[in-house]
């Protein structure tokens, strides 16, 4: 009984340690990816939003000559701005070579993207990878056997562009207010707490319906607790999002039928700054205290802190306890 106490011990020791290196391995990683970044300020010095990759890759598998036959498969393949294919070679003596059949046009080639025009061949087990950064309709060939059909398509759509973008709150009885969050420049500020749990709302407009694969947060602290799609109109619930950062939400694999593609959507948290500037101040203050007693509505509802529908000492309290608060970078 002890003895196998203390095996079960060990294992569990073992898993423990386990658990440790890969959670820093990917500590690790994400530290990295940290001290790499960059900031950026425009004319005015202001600090530009730290826009992320407008995709998250995938990687998209092609086998070449598969069963000793003159195919690339399957075929054709459509992706998105900033996917990669990757070639694998099943049978001898074949390219992978861009351009429209059977000349090669030296947009990328196997082995290695260079001398695209020599058709290099090559054999079972190589691998060639191509990331696609611009939307089109790429044809490719193999430059031993295009003349007998071996010959591809790569589509390469571009995600469908958002109209527009706002964190939404319901203040009390008040009504509805949107914080507008702008898809370029600046970040927009959302001012108002998120609650016990820190919850917000992000609201996505699309130009026509659209299909929704997935919501996903993919900087800052939080999660999203659940997505919606309503004809062009996307949802997404998010949870435990902290003050005092920059979050991105990222739709994945959003169809409106002729793009098809992943979508950020930036926003800034920092509670208490009424007045949108990124910074918490006695000018937020002061703005909080102009706008107690009246009633809330779209000219004042940033001042309803607390989003409960009226704007009282409750609200300039929690503005003044955010006083010296910034945006970070
Ligand atoms: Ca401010
Ligand atoms: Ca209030
Ligand atoms: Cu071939």
Not at 20 to 37: D, K, N, P
Not at 113 to 129: H, K, P, R
Not at 290 to 311: H, L, M, W
Request: charged residues 10%; contains cysteine; hydrophobic residues 40%.
């Amino acid at each position: 009984m002890k003895r196998s106490n203390a095996i079960g011990r060990r294992i569990c020791w073992l898993v423990i340690m386990a658990g440790l290196a890969i959670f820093s391995a990917s500590g690790f990683a994400a530290g990295s990816a940290a001290a790499t970044a960059i900031t950026i300020v425009d004319q005015n010095g202001r600090v530009v939003p730290n826009t992320p990759p407008s995709t998250i890759s995938q990687i998209y598998d092609v086998t070449v000559g598969p069963n000793g036959m003159f195919v690339f498969s399957p075929d054709p393949v459509t992706i998105s701005v900033g996917d990669t294919v990757r070639w694998t070679w099943a049978s001898n003596n074949h390219s992978v070579t861009s351009g429209p059949p059977c000349t090669a046009d030296g947009q990328f080639c196997s082995p290695n993207d260079t001398n695209c025009s020599a058709g290099t061949l090559s054999n079972i087990g190589t691998v060639y990878e191509h990331t696609f950064t611009q939307a089109g309709t790429y044809s490719y060939h193999c430059a031993a056997h295009c003349a007998i059909g071996m010959r591809g398509t790569i589509n390469v759509e571009s995600a469908p562009m958002a109209q527009s973008a706002f964190s939404r709150k319901v203040h009390g009885g008040a009504g509805t207010f949107d914080v507008p969050l702008p898809l370029t420049g600046n970040v927009g500020v959302e001012c108002r707490s998120g609650g016990a749990t820190n919850d917000y709302q992000m609201i996505i407009d699309f130009a026509t319906s659209v299909t929704v694969g997935g919501a996903v947060l993919t900087s800052g602290t939080g999660s999203v607790s659940s997505f919606s799609v309503s004809g062009s109109e996307v949802t997404a619930n998010l949870t435990g999002v902290t003050n005092v950062q920059r979050i991105t939400v990222t739709l994945m694999n959003v169809n409106d039928g002729t793009h098809m593609g992943n979508v950020p959507v930036s926003m800034g948290v920092l509670v208490g700054d009424v007045n949108g500037n990124a910074t918490v101040s006695a000018a937020d203050v002061a703005l909080t205290k102009s706008q107690v007693g009246a009633t809330v509505s779209g000219s004042n509802f940033r001042e309803d802190v607390n989003a409960n529908g009226v704007i009282n000492s409750v609200d300039v309290a929690q503005v003044k306890s955010t006083v010296g608060t910034a945006l970070p970078p």
